[in-house]
């Protein structure tokens, strides 16, 4: 389903977890690492899609989390040339699709780290995951999706409690500034203990 322009409906989450860290997975087979997102399908909302994409590549239900805020409209992003020949082979499909065009959400968890199950579909997008600072690194992005991704974040930081502090920090900063800025607040930012969680 494209629109007239060629962009293709999708949606994308993040999703929080107590300390503001976001979830992030790693694509099955490839060292690429996303947050969720996928299409939304004929007679969807943005929000039932948002649903359906959760469950299928992160495992959760509507009660494991709780609904923050979205964008307020569609965030677009073109694939590259030699990126659609991979995937499509006539050269008509391949003129008319130019790429994705999103609604965000930002999701926090209110159920358990265990409730997370990356093989809820036959076809897992994510093989592991991580929690990572807000503020992830933008070079850990495929390039085509960069600006979408500090599009995205910058617009859903303000649903944050400490949304006008956290713009001040700069994409990339290190991450012991990070920590230091959690630091500052009663519940502290503290690096997970364990490696990538597998499932």
Do not use: C
């Not at 709780?66 to 992003?77: A, E, K, M, N, V």
């Not at 995205?152 to 012991?176: F, I, K, N, V």
């Amino acid at each position: 389903m494209l629109d007239r322009e060629g962009y293709r409906p999708n949606v994308g989450i993040v999703l929080l977890n107590g300390r503001n860290e976001v979830f992030w997975g790693k694509r099955v087979g490839q060292h690429s690492w996303q947050f969720p997102q996928g299409g939304i399908q004929h007679g969807e909302s943005p929000e039932q899609a948002m649903f359906r994409e959760l469950h299928e590549e992160v495992g959760l239900l509507p009660e494991h989390v709780q609904i923050i805020g979205r964008t307020r409209d569609w965030l677009r992003y073109d694939v590259p040339e030699e990126y659609l020949r991979r995937q499509i082979t006539t050269r008509v499909h391949r003129t008319a699709y130019r790429g994705q065009k999103q609604i965000w959400f930002l999701l926090r968890l209110v159920g358990l780290d265990s409730d997370i199950q990356l093989r809820a579909s036959d076809h897992p997008e994510f093989d592991a995951w991580r929690w990572v600072p807000f503020w992830i690194q933008l070079d850990s992005v495929i390039d085509f999706k960069r600006e979408v991704y500090e599009l995205a974040l910058s617009e859903l930081a303000r649903y944050l409690s400490r949304g006008l502090r956290m713009q001040q920090l700069a994409w990339g900063t290190p991450l012991d500034l990070i920590q230091a800025f959690y630091a500052d607040h009663e519940d502290q930012y503290k690096p997970p203990t364990k490696s990538d969680k597998e499932k």
